[in-house]
């Protein structure tokens, strides 16, 4: 994925996607004062779901991205250590430095999973008092994405 090897686009993808969350209070105060409350706080819950599901996908995807380029390149320099021919000094060099930029594009994007839980936490909070009750709008978009979380 492209968007992943540049980590100051993903960065402001994000930073463009979380808009949404950002403005949640004049949003769902404009909505909560309409007669047609709970069809509004639906119609914004999805929003926010599509918003969720996006930003959840692109890191779930640079997270699986860099998963499989540093067991790639450590697959690598094993072969190349092990083998009977060792390899060159500084092609293993050069593969521990692909491992170390992986390891810390991977923490980053691990960073911002983090971010993405909290702004959803409180995302969460605001949109609860204000759409209190209104059916079709379940919780399970505000749970913590496991599944992302757990590299």
Not at 54 to 67: G, H, N, T, V
Request: proline share 2%.
């Amino acid at each position: 994925m492209e968007v992943c090897g540049d980590l100051n686009y993903f960065k402001q993808l994000l930073r463009t996607a979380r808009a949404i969350d950002d403005n949640v209070i004049p949003k769902l105060n404009a909505l909560t004062t309409r007669a047609d409350r709970a069809e509004s706080c639906r119609t914004f819950f999805q929003t926010l779901e599509e918003a969720y599901t996006e930003r959840s996908s692109m890191i779930r995807q640079c997270l699986a991205l860099f998963d499989g380029r540093i067991a790639e390149s450590k697959a690598q320099r094993a072969m190349l250590t092990q083998g009977p021919q060792t390899a060159a000094a500084g092609t293993i060099v050069a593969l521990d430095s692909q491992i170390r930029t992986d390891e810390m594009m991977k923490r980053q994007i691990q960073s911002e999973q983090t971010i993405e839980d909290i702004v959803r936490s409180r995302t969460h909070d605001v949109f609860a008092s204000r759409c209190r009750g209104v059916p079709g709008t379940a919780a399970h978009i505000w749970a913590v994405d496991a599944a992302s979380g757990s590299s």
